[in-house]
Nanobody
Framework: QVQLVESGGGSVQAGGSLRLSCTRSGTTIGPHSMAWFRQVSGKEREGVAAIYAGGTTYYADSVKSRFTISRDNAKNTVYLQMNTLKPEETAMYYC?????????????????WGQGTQVTVSS
């Protein structure tokens, strides 16, 4: 079993920055691929970024050059640095993990999910 706990959400003005953190714990050991998704109420959850166990990273086109995903394996933590935030990026942000990811932007590829952290960007 894997537990994921997100933190770092909050309110920021358009153009501002936030850094989200997700710490993994549990009895399942070994490296995991991890990802960030976001969901606006009433809409589908969408993939934002992923970092595979080997270090390869993936980003949604809409966040490339503004968001950076990274990980600290010693802390079992993945980060999402979000810069130049836009109001339309207001959403609940979720962390996800799996031993070996398939299609990173597909929800079905991920076995474990956190409870989410709210990001609100005001104009």
């Amino acid at each position: 079993q894997v537990q994921l706990v997100e933190s770092g959400g909050g309110s920021v003005q358009a153009g501002g920055s936030l850094r989200l953190s997700c710490t993994r714990s549990g009895t399942t050991i070994g490296p995991h691929s991890m990802a960030w998704f976001r969901q606006v109420s009433g809409k589908e959850r969408e993939g934002v970024a992923a970092i595979y166990a080997g270090g390869t990273t993936y980003y949604a086109d809409s966040v490339k050059s503004r968001f950076t995903i990274s990980r600290d394996n010693a802390k079992n933590t993945v980060y999402l640095q979000m810069n130049t935030l836009k109001p339309e990026e207001t959403a609940m942000y979720y962390c996800a993990a799996v031993r070996n990811a398939d299609i990173w932007y597909a929800q079905a590829s991920w076995n474990y999910w956190g409870q989410g952290t709210q990001v609100t960007v005001s104009s």
